[in-house]
Nanobody
Framework: QVQLVESGGGLAQPGGSLRLSCAAS????????MSWYRQAPGKERELVAV????????RYADSVKGRFTISRDNVKNSVYLQLNSLKPEDTAVYYC?????????????WGQGTQVTVSS
């Protein structure tokens, strides 16, 4: 069955770094664009970063541009998010999402999320 399992979250100090991973199984990972979203308490889920299926193009939210980097490994069926220069406002649950565009529409899969807390 389809699974997206995030890991790598935790507690970091302001200015620190974390690396999130999302391991995929149960579908043809290399066909899917992958994204990271986050949801802070009391706020809506927001898009953080996107990477195309072959990894050739990326896009970031303005709030993380220059600090976060999305990457993927289509051999390991994994997508990553490197978080640098962390700020308290980066505190959220981070989710990975797989999306495939088809003639019938879109097919999305979500992971369960990993908590990132930035605090001194």
């Amino acid at each position: 069955q389809v699974q997206l399992v995030e890991s790598g979250g935790g507690l970091a100090q302001p200015g620190g770094s974390l690396r999130l991973s999302c391991a995929a199984s149960g579908f043809t990972f290399s066909n899917y664009a992958m994204s990271w979203y986050r949801q802070a308490p009391g706020k809506e889920r927001e898009l953080v970063a996107v990477i195309t299926s072959a990894g050739g193009n990326t896009r970031y939210a303005d709030s993380v541009k220059g600090r976060f980097t999305i990457s993927r490994d289509n051999v390991k069926n994994s997508v990553y998010l490197q978080l640098n220069s962390l700020k308290p406002e980066d505190t959220a649950v981070y989710y990975c999402k797989a999306r495939l565009l088809t003639v019938q529409g879109t097919q999305d899969y979500w992971g369960q999320g990993t908590q990132v807390t930035v605090s001194s």
